[in-house]
């Protein structure tokens, strides 16, 4: 069955003038006199000109275009200079590859061995069977809508795990590390985190693993095998310039598709729940925290630091039977306590302390310092704004769609994880000063021209950074409220530890603060009011609490 295609030419990014003046470039270079001459030359730059200025505007129109649609993520492929081609590739022995025969050999071997199974050979022979049923089954094909409603029939996934599932985010498990971060230092308590990598996660976790994790969690079995049947097919293509080789893949997930997620966590869940931690980890008002998950992100938590040795020797135990390997090198731990025990080892490799590590694109560190991760942020915000700059500072885009820009890609990257933030005068004016920089790099103003910071809202109209992220926290904090009690975000946000000791002194900035201190004590209750809340936070986010 051939599916009706249409193909539309791709138009250049180039001039006819410009194509015109290529065209005559190869013309004279047939000549060797002309090669030579300074018209030659002249000719030359002047195409340098051409190109760049062509360039520049088929650019400005690809963002113009992604701005009217709504659509920025198809114009990123448009905004990319070319392709890199692999002249040159290493070899396990130190020496390198320069045909590209060759380059093709060491990559396919290469993914040969990433995608081969070594469970293969222990269970070819029960697909076999298991396939050879439906082979024979004279039933209907499956509608989308029945796979849809078995996979929403699988058991629900635990607290600890928060990747690709519906109502999570990043931001519960980043809320969750923080809270438990203030409160183990606001009491002195000891704290130890090992976050864990896997090294090529997706690619890894062995098919027969998925099938007996999917098993145990009451996946129908013809569900199961239409699975198995997609996934025995399974082949990937690489192009290496005009050569291309087909390698057949034996173990790991499809990355891209809506259900491959849901079959990698539920592998990591089986290995997860293999493990005897219910009476392992930190003591959460009588419920043990003993990790935190979000999709292949794993963190280990606890008390004690012997406790958490054996904890993580576990987990690279039982993900080995599934076909995960943690990575070493990667794989970071982080203490609030001094150094100087004996480092954790796994297969003789240690794993290293460090003071500071980004997880799910937020800095933590022990002591945490919410200044520089609104630093971090106010950094990414420069260089996406560095990378639409010739768009924000060209003369001829008109304000609205210079503004529509900077609220789709400049303000998510400066305020993602706002969420959590503990808000200071200090840091909302770095966010205020930051975005009256980018304000004059918009419009064209210099200091000079002494233009006030009124009329510069006035002509841009951007979106304030500072009320921006208020309203984030105090939509957050609203949300938090409204969690249910099993969910570690609200939990941890509850949590008030019965050992421990303050230090004498005033405590440092917490995120829930501003909370409050704006909707009182009880501002989990107040949160239930839609009315109250809203009508608290439209003076908050005005800064009309303070």
């Known amino acids: 069955m051939q599916l009706a295609t249409t193909h539309k030419p791709r138009t250049s990014a180039l001039s006819v003038e410009t194509l015109d003046m290529l065209q005559q470039r190869r013309e004279l270079r047939r000549d060797a006199n002309v090669r030579n001459s300074i018209e030659f030359a002249e000719l030359c730059k002047t195409i340098r000109k051409a190109v760049q200025h062509d360039l520049q505007q088929h650019h400005l129109q690809l963002i113009d275009e992604a701005i009217r649609t709504g659509t920025l993520r198809r114009a990123r492929s448009g905004l990319a200079e070319g392709r890199r081609q692999i002249t040159t590739l290493g070899r396990n022995d130190g020496t390198r590859a320069f045909m590209t025969a060759e380059i093709m050999d060491i990559v396919r071997d290469f993914y ?15 697909d076999d069977d298991d396939t050879s049923d439906v082979e024979n089954d004279n039933a209907l094909p499956f509608l989308e809508s029945e796979i849809r409603q078995a996979l929403q029939k699988m058991k629900s996934e635990t607290a600890e795990q928060a990747g690709f599932r519906q109502n999570f985010s990043t931001i519960d498990h980043i809320h969750a590390v923080n809270e438990l971060i203030e409160k183990t230092t606001e009491y002195n308590l000891p704290l130890f985190m090992v976050l864990v990598d896997y090294e090529k996660a997706f690619d ?22 239409i699975l ?13 310039g005009d050569a291309s080789a087909s390698v057949k893949v034996q173990r790991g997930v499809r990355q891209g598709d809506t259900i491959s997620p849901r079959l990698f966590t539920a592998c990591l869940r089986e290995a997860l ?49 599934v076909g995960l390997k943690i990575n070493i090198k990667k794989t970071k731990l982080l203490a609030n306590c001094c150094s100087g025990r004996t480092p954790i080892k796994i297969c003789r490799e240690e794993i290293a302390q460090v003071d500071e590590f980004v997880y799910l694109g937020q800095l933590i560190s022990f002591p945490r310092d919410h200044m520089r991760k609104i630093r971090c942020r106010i950094q990414a915000g420069w260089n996406a704004f560095r990378k639409y700059r010739q768009y924000f500072t060209a003369q001829k885009i008109a304000i609205m769609h210079k503004r529509r820009l900077f609220n789709m890609c400049i303000v998510p990257s400066i305020l993602f994880g706002a969420e959590i933030w503990a808000l200071t005068k200090v840091a909302e004016t770095r966010l205020a000063t930051t975005k009256r920089w980018m304000e004059r790099r918009i419009i064209g103003a210099r200091l000079i021209d002494r233009i006030s910071n009124e009329r510069l809202r006035e002509i841009t ?52 603060d501003v909370v409050s201190k704006t909707a009182g004590v009880q501002w989990m209750q107040a949160a239930h009011c839609d009315k109250e809340w809203s ?7 005005r800064n009309e609490c303070d």
């Open 112 to 126: 040969e061995s990433l995608y081969r199974s070594s469970q293969q050979s222990n269970t070819s022979d029960a």
């Open 204 to 225: 890894s976790v062995e098919n027969t693993s998925i099938w007996q994790a999917l098993k145990r969690q009451n996946v129908p079995s013809n569900i199961i095998t």
């Open 273 to 321: 729940n293999s493990l005897n931690w219910q009476n392992k980890g930190i003591n959460i008002d009588g419920c043990y925290l003993s990790h935190l998950a979000f999709a292949d992100d794993v963190v280990i938590i606890s008390h004690s630091y012997s406790q958490l040795c054996q904890m993580v020797k576990e987990l690279a135990a039982a993900s080995l039977q």
């Open 228 to 240: 198995k049947s997609i996934y025995r097919t399974s082949k990937s293509t690489i192009h290496i």
């Open 461 to 512: 109209k951007i979106r304030d950074l500072v009320q921006a992220a208020r309203q984030r926290k105090w939509r957050w904090a609203r949300k938090v409220a409204m969690m249910s009690q099993d969910r570690w975000a609200r939990r941890l946000t509850e949590w008030q530890p019965r050992i421990g000791r303050h230090d004498v002194g005033r405590p440092w900035r917490r995120w829930r």
């Open 535 to 541: 009508w608290i936070g439209e003076a908050f986010i």
